[in-house]
């Protein structure tokens, strides 16, 4: 082994995304979701993958049994959960440890309890038996032949509450031959420098080997994550984007971003930090939460800047108002057009969509008014690129690009007797040098309308049939003016391989729906290669 794998390999990076940020409140994994999570904690490098708890229920138990089939894990160990024996009963004689015991799993997990009160009240045993069943349990286990970790759970506050007692727990876990006594803010209450006195003082009165587990409770769990190895913790739990009960575990890409980036200390096989924002972002689509955008390091505005005086800056280096190359995390820099923007982010951005505005400063200019212009009037482009290409193709080649000319369009619904309204459309264009007028039926005007127009266009273009919209938003922009309101409506769209949002702005929620609604084909059938109208 290499002394930089070894390095990696003196500390472990532990992943409970199946376990405990399964607990986060509507995230439901079945066991195939929790088989391709694997996969990907593996791709990224991670070094312990906490299956579930077997058991405990039919899904984790199914789990380690398809996992010990399935799985191929190339980097990761995958580690079973589970409690300590109960009170009063052998561990042999004990269903649950004999779940752990046969569940394949070469390493084990052990939730034990270093808080007296909890012992008292939820155990209800005495501090003696709860380290007797710490110290059975672990040697148990390992002479079955498998690796222990214990979970201290509430151990901080059991700490401040009772430092002997919750020492006496590390200790009896450590001399019983567990690998790593981890540190558990259970509650997610504590803060960085009670995180770092706490654990040196734990290190310096065992020596044991020491993990951390925090919750983010006070907004601190990466911090908290943090200030624990910078005291000597070697063993680091999390979960993938932060996910857990309440307000969440410490997000382990954050952490480990900070490790590697931050503080010299590689904790992943080489390479592999670049993997974070795709591994990141296709465990959100696995569990139904959508990426957070402003999410540190693999969110999509991580590396977004607005104001035009960041653009000024970036423009002569991008290091100036970024902590870090975002190609380190597999992310990229952005640049919104807004209001806010000044030339340099227009010109940066034209440049990003393949547009050269630097050589025509009276373009530039252009194409910056236009844009504070619209924006004033409602319409934003810091949230549609696919809009604000056809801005700039309109600027750059003399005319908005066009792949029909529009007659007119019509909506109407109806409801007979309280049956559910129905909504027709008629559109009229010209197109391929023929003359369409196609009705379209939807379960609403924006649906009526879409039909419409895709009848009428994919006889000429066959593209469209592949363009889907995927996401529908709407926003009144003068609420007080009730239902008179200007409204702006976002749509985003896909062929199945890409997506791209467009913006429309009107006095109805239809005509901005139409407005966005073209953008949407024009862009997407621009984007196949398609080549437009000609002509004034």
Not at 115 to 132: I, Q
Not at 295 to 308: M, N, R
Not at 370 to 384: D, L, N
Not at 441 to 461: C, M
């Amino acid at each position: 082994m290499s002394t930089g794998n070894q390095k990696v390999a003196d500390f472990h990076v532990y992943d409970t995304t199946m376990r405990d940020g399964a607990q986060q409140e509507g995230l439901n994994l079945s066991v195939q979701d929790k088989l391709h999570i694997a996969r990907h904690l593996d791709d990224l490098g991670i070094g312990y993958i906490e299956g579930g708890w077997p058991g405990s229920n039919p899904k984790d138990t199914e789990f380690f049994a398809l996992a010990a089939k399935e799985l191929d894990l190339k980097h990761a160990t995958l580690a079973a959960f589970g409690a300590t024996r109960r009170p009063h009963v052998a561990p042999a004689e004990d269903p649950l440890m004999a779940a752990l015991r046969d569940s394949g799993a070469s390493v084990v997990t052990l939730v034990a309890k270093s808080h007296d009160k909890h012992v008292e009240l939820a155990l209800r045993t005495t501090l003696e038996e709860n380290l007797a069943m710490v110290r059975d349990s672990v040697a148990y286990l390992i002479d079955e032949g498998q690796r222990v970790f214990v979970d201290l759970e509430h151990f901080f506050n059991g700490y401040l509450d009772n430092r002997d007692y919750a020492l006496e727990v590390v200790r009896t876990a450590a001399e019983a031959g567990a690998e790593v006594a981890v540190l558990c803010d259970t509650n997610g209450g504590m803060l960085p420098h009670q995180v770092s006195e706490i654990v040196a003082d734990v290190l310096l009165s065992t020596g044991a080997r020491l993990g951390i587990h925090a919750h983010n409770d006070t907004g601190c769990a990466v911090a908290n994550s943090m200030a624990a190895v910078q005291a000597g913790v070697t063993h680091l739990q999390g979960c993938i984007n932060g996910y857990g009960e309440r307000t969440g575990n410490a997000d382990l890409v954050t952490c480990v971003a900070n490790l590697e980036l931050k503080l010299a200390k590689p904790v992943l096989p080489e390479g592999r930090l670049a993997d974070a924002t795709r591994i990141s972002h296709a465990i959100s689509e696995i569990t139904n939460y959508p990426p957070h955008a402003r999410q540190p390091y693999t969110g999509v505005s991580s590396f977004a800047h607005k104001a035009g005086l960041h653009a000024s800056a970036i423009r002569v280096d991008p290091n100036l108002y970024q902590h870090i190359d975002p190609a380190l995390v597999g992310n990229d820099m952005r640049l919104l057009v807004s209001e806010m923007a000044g030339r340099a982010t227009i010109e940066l951005k034209g440049k990003e969509l393949g547009f050269d505005l630097a050589a025509d400063p009276a373009r530039l200019a252009r194409v910056t008014d236009t844009v504070k212009r619209m924006e004033q009037e409602g319409y934003t482009f810091e949230a549609a690129d696919a809009s604000f290409v056809l801005l700039l193709a309109e600027e750059m080649e003399g005319r908005r690009p066009s792949f029909f000319e529009l007659e007119s369009w019509r909506v109407s619904a109806e409801s007979n007797r309280g049956s559910a309204a129905l909504s027709e459309a008629t559109v009229k264009l010209h197109a391929g040098g023929e003359r369409f007028a196609v009705v379209g039926e939807g379960n609403g005007p924006v649906n009526a309308l879409d039909h419409a127009l895709r009848q009428a266009i994919e006889r000429v273009y066959p593209d469209v049939a592949r363009f889907h919209l995927i996401d529908f938003r709407v926003r009144i922009l003068d609420q007080g003016h009730g239902t008179d309101a200007i409204t702006r409506v976002l749509i985003e769209t896909s062929d199945g391989k890409d997506s791209w949002v467009t913006v429309g702005v009107g006095a109805n929620i239809i005509e901005a729906s139409w407005q966005s609604m073209v953008d949407a084909f024009t862009y997407g059938l621009r984007h196949h290669g398609v080549e437009p109208l000609t002509g004034s």
